[in-house]
């Protein structure tokens, strides 16, 4: 049975003037309600676990503005976004995920972000996400993230530290793939490609689909501007030419970048009968 996970008085802020590790936070909300939980959460910097002789790492100076979103984590099964709209768990693709703004300011001054309303008896996991002034994502959210276990004790406690680790720079990698339609009955008008970024098994953001006529295929297409240290999901869809028919085939290829490395050129078929 799908468990409720309702947060009536969920409220992400930052907390204006609180010190990093070393205040009491008073509560938010002295009238939510009993059963709710406040988690206090300090975001900070720390150094890659590992060093890269090729690819530098981003500098505190390149972040711009972060981003922290909590997910909810059911005792099985993936970890699941909530919705900004109810507060209750929702899917990634959901465009109203609750994110909470943070700037770079804040980050440096080591002020923390108040999250009300949380269920006691309820794991979660909160990942930072740092973007540069350009809007690219230069934070690894598989080392940017805590796990927070409630209990039914809400009283004030001392902030929890966020880890938030940058990724390397001036990487922009590349993936070759050889794209192929079986499609004996001519259905397909066209294909869409979909580049996910992935954590934790979930896609978590997607670049602008790619759309390749029928009559273009077979043909090489070349991926680009992939991350270090990033896993990713291909989605293939076969698609007719009536906008609101649905998918003819779907084909999906997983693939993770390292550091510097090339990687091989792979092939996708798609095949629709």
């Not at 919705?83 to 002020?111: F, H, Y």
């Not at 269920?119 to 930072?128: F, H, L």
């Not at 869409?192 to 790619?210: Q, T």
């Given at each position: ?96 995920i ?22 006691p ?39 929890t530290?966020l880890?938030?680790q ?20 001519e ?72 550091d ?14």
């Amino acid at each position: 049975m799908k468990k409720n996970l309702t947060l009536t008085s969920l409220i992400l802020a930052a907390a204006m003037g609180l010190a990093a590790c070393t205040s009491q936070p008073a509560p938010m909300q002295p009238e939510a309600s009993r059963e709710a939980r406040d988690l206090w959460l300090v975001p900070k910097l720390i150094r890659p676990t590992e060093l890269q002789a090729k690819i530098p790492e981003f500098r505190a100076e390149d972040i711009h503005r972060l981003e922290i979103i909590p997910y909810w984590q059911p005792d099985s099964g993936p970890l699941q976004p909530l919705s900004k709209v109810n507060g209750e768990p929702t899917t990634p693709d959901d465009t109203e995920i609750l994110r909470v703004p943070m700037s770079a300011a804040e980050l440096s001054e080591g002020r923390a972000i108040a999250l009300t309303g949380l269920r006691p008896q309820q794991t979660y996991q909160i990942v930072a996400h740092a973007y540069s002034l350009d809007g690219e994502r230069i934070s690894n959210p598989g080392d940017s993230r805590v796990q927070v276990r409630l209990t039914n004790d809400d009283r004030p406690t001392v902030p929890t530290v966020l880890p938030l680790q940058l990724l390397p720079t001036a990487f922009h990698g590349q993936m070759p793939l050889q794209l192929a339609l079986d499609d004996p009955f001519e259905k397909v008008d066209h294909v869409k490609l979909y580049v996910f970024e992935v954590y934790n098994g979930w896609p978590l953001s997607a670049a602008m689909p790619i759309d390749i006529r029928r009559d273009q295929l077979p043909r090489l297409v070349t991926l680009l501007h992939l991350k270090a240290r990033t896993s990713y999901k291909l989605e293939v869809r076969a698609r007719p030419a009536d906008p609101q028919g649905p998918d003819l085939a779907v084909q999906e290829l997983t693939w993770r970048m390292e550091d510097d490395d090339e990687l091989a050129t792979k092939s996708v078929s798609v095949v629709v009968r």
